[in-house]
């Protein structure tokens, strides 16, 4: 009987031996898919992070473009009128020659 006994506790702490080994294997499963998915988390993160630089980058590009093609924009309405005035001077002057040739 005492035989018997020592048998079953032995076999009991087998049973929670391997119970226990199964649980330890299941929690380092766990804590590698969970590293697993911060890991990938991160590359994500830093892969928009990334795309939001680049696009950033390329906004400022573009504002900075329009930013020069308004002085060119300007500074050819400069010219224009300037031009516009000297046709009209010349206009003139040649309207009042003809004047005094009359």
Known sequence: VELEKQRQAVQEAMRRAAEAE??????????R???EHDRKMRALQEQAKAERDKRN???????ERL????????????????????????????????EERR
């Open 22 to 31: 199964v649980h330890k294997v299941k929690d380092e499963e766990v804590m």
């Open 33 to 35: 898919l969970a590293e």
């Open 57 to 63: 980058e390329h906004e400022e590009a573009m504002q």
């Open 67 to 98: 930013v020069e093609l308004e002085k060119q924009r300007s500074a050819m309405e400069v010219e224009k009128v300037r031009a516009v005035g000297e046709l009209m001077i010349a206009l003139d002057k040649k309207e009042r020659e003809e």
